[in-house]
Each structure stands twice: as C-alpha cells, then as structure tokens.
C-alpha cells in the first residue's frame, strides 16, 4: 500500500488525516516535529508527505529543504493557516508538490495525495527505464582499446566541448555518443538523433532546421526541426560525412552563432545545443574531394574519439557474446543459454567485418539454431552460414 507521512505539532490534526488516509488504505505514520520527520525520512521511502509549515523549532520549509536532500523524489503536500501566494511559492520553489490551506478540503486533500502518488509512481518507472536503457546500451569489454574510448568519454563528458566519433560501421559510435550525453551536465535534457544518411539531401535542411508552412509544395505546416527540439541537450549527427554542402555550411552557422533559421523562414531562433557527431568515412579525404567543408570539420571535431572495430579488440568478444546472450532471452523471455569455452575462442579467431553490430547478429543466430547449449560444432556450423 502507499505510504504516506504526515507532520505536524497538533496531535488532533494529525489523528483526523491519519484516520481519513487509512480509510483510503493508505500506511500512515506520523511526525509532531521536523525532527522526527527527518528521521523517519533518513530510514523510510514515502510515497507522499504531508507537512506543516508553521512547527515550534524547525518549521515546514526547512524541513522541506532537508528533506529534499534525503529523498528528493518524496513529493511534499504543504499545509497551512497562515498561507499566502508568497508562502506557497516559496514552498514551490524549494521543491514542494502543491500547497493546501488549513483546515484542508478533504475532497482536495485527497486529489492531492493521488496526484503526488502518480507523480512518485512515474519518477519510479521512469528511472527503472533509464536504468533498463543505460544497460542496454552500455559498453562492454575490458581491452586497453576500448578503456582510451571510456577514458575520453569520462574527460569530454561534463564539457560543452563538440565531438568527432570516427570508426567503422557497427563498432559502436552510437553508445560512444549516449555515454557523452548520460555522464554530460545535459543528461536530463534531450538526446536527438539524425542519420544523416537516411535522409535525402533535398530533406536534411528541413529535418535539421524545421520549415514554415508552404515554404515548399509539402510543407502543409510548421515543422520543428531537430536543432530546436535538442535545445538545452544534445544533438547527434550520425553519418556526418553523407551531409550535403548546403546542409553543411547551415551547420557551420548554427555552430558558429547559436542560432538557425526555418527553412523559408526569415526569423532567427537561438539555441543552445552541444553538437556530437559521428561518421564512417576518413573526412580529410572528403575534404581533398571537396565533399566536406574543412571549417566544419575543424568546428565539429574539438576532440576526436576513435572507436575501434572488434578486430583490435578480440579479448572483448567473451564479455560481448555472454551480454548479447542475457539480452536475447529477455527479449525472447527464456533462460540465457550457454556456450562452451571452445565456442567462445572459435568466435575470436573470426574475421568481424561487420564488427559488434555483426556480432550480435551471430550470437542471436546462434541461440535459434543451437539446443541447450552452445557448442563448438553449432559456431563452425552457423556463425558463418554458406549461402547458395
């Protein structure tokens, strides 16, 4: 059941809120002071708190602020007699949920509480979900090339600081970008992606940067672009090297200035994004071949993480096949299989062209032909299938 607890100096209103949550089936405890609220706070997760703002000692903002600082994900309901705008924006401003003026509506009082219950419920989900994604996408392995990766990722990360994410198809830019934005000061702001290879190139200004409506014979609204949507987080070019030049020199400016303008728009729109991105091919030859701008690539690449393909780092291959193993049958809802060790070493001696991207699909195909257990004989038969 939901647990809420409820502070305040009068034993009598305490009695009369107590005696009406429980009748809602709620657990209640109590608190006659900020003291002791604090330290059922310090030992207890409440899903909602109900405090008193005027208290002898310690009164209910200051307990708010402590309170805030244990458990910050306790929404707090604040009650007074003595209530007034200022009160109540005070107490919103250090953190609490709603306010409530003494003696409570009941009606309201309870709408509060299932409303602060909600919120707790969603903040709970929402961090087991990011916890879920961050595992999802985390970087596995312990090989020295891949701990330069990590290294930079932990010096770069709490910058502002634009990155260049070189490496080849499948080796993983993707998570390098997730980690920079997860452990970045804007890990609660957005993170937009853009593949600039799947967009045609007649489409990537207006994916980039928006369009005004009737800008062009499609345009049948506003569209916001991704510039503006990863405001205040942070923006991933994927497949950097495939932007066109118009797309490119539009870049340029926005990096340059903070700022962009819709397509067929005439209104500049600052925004403040940290760009991050990522690309396959060698931008210095595309530079010689005057397909990539060179100011561009000076502005994006602030600093360069190379991430290497599986081949230089096959002592990973071990950790990577056991997490793809786990993942697989939670996403197939079975008990991981195993593999044998001769397995595992047959997997390492591979050419991986495809790199980690071509792993995963060789472990998953793995799981489907094998039976219990993973053998030798199932990797020399199905890791590299003969195609007829």
């Known amino acids: 059941m939901p647990k809420v607890l409820i502070v305040d100096d009068e034993r009598a209103i305490r009695s009369t809120l107590k005696e009406i949550l429980e009748f809602e089936n709620y657990t209640v405890d109590e608190a006659e002071d900020g003291e002791k609220a604090l330290q059922l ?22 307990v708010l602020e402590k309170a805030m600082e244990i458990s910050p994900d306790s929404p707090f309901i604040m009650i007074s007699a003595h209530g007034t705008i200022d009160t109540a924006v005070e107490a919103t401003k250090k953190g609490a949920y709603d306010f409530l003026q003494k003696p409570p509506d009941l009606n309201r009082l309870l709408v509060s509480v299932r409303n602060a219950l909600d919120k707790s ?5 929402t961090k087991i979900l990011k916890k879920k994604i961050s595992k999802t996408y985390e970087m596995v392995g312990s090989s020295a090339a891949l701990g330069r990766v990590k290294g930079a990722i932990e010096k770069v990360a709490p910058t502002d600081a634009r990155v260049l994410i070189t490496g080849p ?18 890990s609660n702001g957005p993170l937009i992606e853009v593949n600039c290879a799947a967009i045609p190139s007649e489409l990537i200004e207006s994916e980039l940067f928006g369009h005004e409506k009737g800008s062009f014979t499609s345009a049948v609204k506003q569209r916001i672009g991704k510039f503006e949507q990863a405001n205040g987080g942070t923006l991933f070019l994927d497949e950097v090297g495939d932007m066109s030049l118009s797309a490119q020199a539009k870049v340029l400016r926005a990096l340059q200035e903070h700022r962009i303008t819709r397509v067929g728009g005439d209104k500049d729109i600052q925004v403040d994004v ?14 010689e071949a005057k397909n990539f701008r ?5 502005r994006l690449g602030v600093i360069l993480i190379h991430v290497p393909p599986l081949n230089d780092r096959r002592e990973d291959i071990p950790d990577l096949v056991q997490k793809f193993l786990n993942d697989i049958a939670n996403d197939y809802g ?27 699909n060789v472990v998953e195909r793995l799981v489907i032909m094998s039976g219990h257990e993973i053998t030798l004989e199932d990797a020399q038969a199905y890791a590299r299938p003969v195609v007829s």
């Open 41 to 62: 706070i310090s030992k207890s997760k409440y899903d909602a708190v109900l405090c008193d703002i005027k208290m002898p000692g310690m009164d209910g903002i200051e």
């Open 121 to 125: 419920s969603l903040v709970t989900e």
């Open 169 to 186: 198809n499948g080796s993983g830019k993707e998570l390098v970008a997730r980690a920079i934005h997860e452990n970045s000061n804007r």
């Open 274 to 287: 940290r760009v991050v991105a990522a690309t396959n091919k060698n931008l210095l030859e595309e530079i």
């Open 294 to 298: 060179e100011d561009l690539y000076h």
């Open 334 to 360: 079975n008990k991981p299989k195993t593999i044998t060790p001769e397995a595992v070493q047959f997997l390492q001696q591979l050419d991986w062209r495809g790199n980690v991207r071509e792993l995963r």
